[in-house]
């Protein structure tokens, strides 16, 4: 158990459909972080919350959505996808951005978009 | 040229031997440096971070980073098959309030009994 709790653990959507993906951290964090890992690519970082703030925003198409409605929650809504998007998305927190500091990061949720 | 550069791999190894996972960075002005390790299917976890020109050591671990050349590596001493997993070498961008991190693609290492 890492602290940070990631759902669903999979998740398959058609092109047309609206879906969101969760994340719950239980480490009194103060940032959230959301990243993609797709196959043969590094991890990219696509959206971070500091403090309930969004204060990055990666050039992320619109058809992703965050919302961060407390320090403990994140969410990524999906809409219109594309099958490029099918990927591992990673959620992570940390405390507060120490140069030394550690990510700590769910599950992940792999998403198939057909 | 990729900010954070690594050799893809599989690097495999025997047991007991010595694993060198390298990576380079193109900004200059990073100033963190870390390794996490994924297990197949599992999220990554930090196993060492330095900042300093030098070598860290961990256990059997030891992280060596060189600014001038911009080379960060990490030693893993006696290998055991359960060190088999990616190492995904990451970079700290900018002197921001959160930990804004660039990965390598990582490399695969394979300990074989």
């Known amino acids: 158990e890492t602290g940070v709790t990631q759902t669903p653990r999979h998740l398959v959507m058609g092109m047309t459909n609206k879906k969101s993906l969760k994340c719950e951290q239980h480490l009194g964090h103060n940032a959230m972080y959301w990243y993609k890992q797709s196959a043969k690519k590094p991890l990219e970082l696509m959206f971070v919350y500091s403090l309930e703030e969004r204060v990055e925003n990666n050039s992320v198409p619109s058809r992703f959505s965050p919302e961060c409605p407390n320090s403990s929650h994140l969410f990524l809504h999906l809409h219109t996808l594309q099958p490029e998007d099918s990927a591992l998305y990673l959620c992570?927190?940390?405390?507060?951005?120490?140069?030394?500091?550690?990510?700590?990061f769910g599950s992940g949720t792999q998403l198939s978009v057909l | 040229q990729k900010e954070v550069e690594q050799n893809s791999g599989p690097l495999s190894v025997p047991e007991g031997a010595i694993a060198s996972l390298n990576c380079t960075y193109s900004?200059?002005?990073?100033?963190?440096f870390f390794w996490y390790r994924q297990y197949s299917g599992k999220s990554p976890e930090l196993i060492m971070f330095?900042?300093?020109?030098g070598d860290k050591e961990d256990g059997r671990f030891t992280a060596q980073l060189n600014k001038a050349s911009q080379y960060v590596s990490l030693l893993i001493r006696d290998s055991q098959p359960s060190d088999s997993a990616t190492y995904l070498c990451?970079?700290?961008?900018?002197?921001?309030?959160?930990?804004?991190?660039?990965f390598g693609t990582g490399t695969r290492l394979l300990v074989s009994p």
């Open positions: 330095i900042y300093s020109n």
């Open positions: 990451a970079v700290r961008r900018g002197n921001t309030g959160f930990q804004k991190l660039v």
């Open positions: 900004d200059r002005g990073s100033q963190s």
């Open positions: 992570a927190s940390s405390q507060d951005g120490h140069f030394n500091e550690k990510l700590f």
